[in-house]
């Protein structure tokens, strides 16, 4: 199984709600990362976790909250967002952090509108 | 970080060979060259990645400059389901994050 899901596949949100953002890897992988994608732009790196501990944060906003729960299993807590965080959040998740020999697995992401 | 330049966008025709060049004239001696694309409405999925030396894979070719100055990613018989963005990644061995430039917006014509 070389697949990262993403749950859900779409999301419409409010400026005062709470939602979370799911991904999942079943490939033993140990490196886990949030991509964030506006429309027509490449993906922005958000988060890194290596061996379910936080690696990176680039300086992104404290309304996204990232969440390791165990190996397999990613979230991406959002809360009080503003419309210009509207965009492709994506999921990819690779055998170990700092090897440069293996791919990047990526999810098809979660398309997020904030009202 | 070494950069990468690529062409903002290509168009082939389809069943016609295609070569996207990638410029990264700043690349250090451990830096893997990584080619990764972009379907419509889907993640990046990898396609090749190499060293030093050309690389061929089911998806594609990799031919490295002897510099290493410069790398060019072909598919040896476009098809209109190749129709994606293609980014090239410089990747080296102390930082594993990846970075994506801008990458080439590649068209297929029937």
Not at chain 2, 12 to 29: F, W
Not at chain 2, 80 to 104: K, P
Request: charged content about 20%; hydrophobic content about 30%.
């Amino acid at each position: 199984d070389t697949e990262v899901t993403q749950t859900p596949k779409h999301l419409v949100m409010g400026m005062t709600n709470k939602k979370s953002l799911k991904c999942e890897q079943h490939m033993g992988h140990r490196a886990m990362y949030w991509y964030k994608q506006k429309a027509k732009k490449p993906p922005e790196l958000m988060f890194v976790y290596s061996y379910e501990k936080l690696s990176i944060n680039e300086s992104v906003p404290s309304r996204f909250s990232p969440e390791c729960p165990n190996s397999s299993l990613l979230n991406l807590h959002l809360h009080a967002l503003q419309p210009e965080d509207s965009a492709l959040y994506l999921c990819a998740s690779s055998q170990l952090r700092g090897d440069p020999y293996n791919e990047q697995f990526f999810g098809p992401g979660t398309r997020l509108t904030v009202l | 970080d070494a950069k990468t330049t690529q062409p903002n966008s290509m168009e082939s025709n389809e069943e016609e060979p295609v070569h996207l060049p990638c410029n990264h004239s700043t690349i250090s001696g451990t830096d893997y060259i990584h080619w990764y694309r972009q379907l419509p409405s889907q993640g990046p999925e990898y396609v090749i990645h190499g060293l030093t030396s050309n690389v061929n894979n089911r998806m594609a070719s990799l031919a490295i400059a002897e510099d290493r100055k410069s790398s060019t990613l072909i598919l040896h018989r476009a098809t209109l389901r190749d129709a994606a963005v293609y980014y090239c990644i410089l990747r080296d061995g102390d930082v594993n994050d990846m970075r994506f430039g801008a990458g080439t917006r590649l068209t297929v014509k029937p």
